[in-house]
T-cell receptor, first 114, second 113 residues
Framework: DTAVSQTPKYLVTQMGNDKSIKCEQN?????MYWYKQDSKKFLKIMFS???????INETVPNRFSPKSPDKAHLNLHINSLELGDSAVYFC?????????????FGSGTRLTVV | RKEVEQDPGPFNVPEGATVAFNCTYS??????FFWYRQDCRKEPKLLMS???SGNEDGRFTAQLNRASQYISLLIRDSKLSDSATYLC??????????????FGTGTRLTIIP
């Protein structure tokens, strides 16, 4: 009965590869997010979708492409991985903007690029 | 000025003590404020919302000072299980003009037996 689930939990890959991370929520939320937490623990928003529509796209290299097939799923595809992409990627969800109740996070995907 | 600023700590506090953290934010139009807790190698979890009148949840008290644009979190009678990183969260605007929650870099707290 996991609320926000991400797969895989760990991902180790070589530079230049392409990889995807998947996220699903069963909370009935209509908005989902991708956050990146770097080695200094800074948690920064990357993208957000509301009912499959992109509503937030922060300054992120276009090697990162999110995709939301429906409001319960948000995937992240990364092309041509670089060493600097190593981080923990968190998926989150909320009702609309989350201003009233905050966000619920998945357990994270720890990406290591070697 | 950063959107949300926190003292990174670490705060090393004996068990049973009271500890307080502050956080400042730059956007005077912000309306939503939260404290999240993040354990080592885990996801952030909502600890409590912060309301204008101040609010309390057990041993935890959150305060908001709009005039000075800061938020505080007070933990009384600290327990070993309170050891974590505490993230201050404030709403702001994305570059698409939509609302988003911005996280501070966190304050690390260690409770010492």
């Amino acid at each position: 009965d996991t609320a926000v689930s991400q797969t895989p939990k760990y991902l180790v890959t070589q530079m230049g590869n392409d990889k995807s991370i998947k996220c699903e929520q069963n909370l009935g939320h209509d908005t989902m997010y991708w956050y990146k937490q770097d080695s200094k623990k800074f948690l920064k928003i990357m993208f957000s979708y509301n009912n499959k529509e992109l509503i937030i796209n922060e300054t992120v290299p276009n090697r990162f492409s999110p995709k939301s097939p429906d409001k319960a799923h948000l995937n992240l595809h990364i092309n041509s991985l670089e060493l600097g992409d190593s981080a923990v990627y968190f998926c989150a969800s909320s009702l609309w903007t989350g201003l009233n109740y905050g966000y619920t996070f998945g357990s994270g995907t720890r990406l290591t690029v070697v | 000025r950063k959107e949300v600023e926190q003292d990174p700590g670490p705060f090393n506090v004996p068990e049973g003590a009271t500890v307080a953290f502050n956080c400042t934010y730059s956007n005077s139009a912000s309306q939503s404020f939260f404290w999240y807790r993040q354990d080592c190698r885990k996801e952030p979890k909502l600890l409590m919302s912060v309301y204008s009148s101040g609010n309390e949840d057990g041993r935890f008290t959150a305060q908001l000072n709009r005039a000075s644009q800061y938020i505080s979190l007070l933990i009384r009678d600290s327990k070993l299980s309170d050891s974590a990183t505490y993230l201050c969260v404030v709403n702001g605007r994305s570059n698409f003009g939509n609302e988003k929650l911005t996280f501070g870099t966190g304050t690390r707290l260690t409770i010492i037996p």
